[in-house]
């Protein structure tokens, strides 16, 4: 299972947020990492497969000063781990009088 799931503050944006983890131990497999997100007022999740050798993503086309709910599990041939606590973070809401 992966460890230690947080959100990259500085990395945050009105579209994006970035996250890292510590990869577990694989069990001796090649794993990719499945990372979940969703809108924290939804119910439905999106889930996004990562290579094995990344352990920080960026997730993408988010909506301004809005509060989602991301998760991570790793699978392989052996099997699914566990799935990481749930994280909720909020995108940065858009500047206003930049147009």
């Known amino acids: 299972m992966p ?3 947080h959100v990259i503050d500085a990395m945050v944006t009105e579209s994006s947020i970035a996250v890292r983890w510590i990869p ?18 939804d119910v439905t999740w ?3 497969n990562v290579s094995s050798t990344l352990n920080r993503f ?4 988010l909506v301004a000063g809005t509060k989602y709910d991301i ?4 699978c392989n041939t ?3 781990s566990d799935e990481t606590s749930v994280l909720s973070v909020i995108t ?3 500047s206003s009088g930049m147009y």
């Not at 794993?31 to 979940?36: D, P, R, Y």
């Not at 998760?71 to 790793?74: D, I, P, Q, T």
């Open 46 to 48: 999106t889930y996004i």
């Open 58 to 61: 960026s997730i993408g086309k």
């Open 92 to 94: 940065k809401s858009a």
């Open 24 to 41: 577990g131990f694989d069990g001796g497999e090649e794993q990719l990492f499945v990372i979940g997100y969703k809108k924290s007022a």
């Open 3 to 5: 460890q230690q799931l």
């Open 78 to 80: 052996i099997g699914k």
């Open 71 to 74: 998760k991570v599990y790793a």
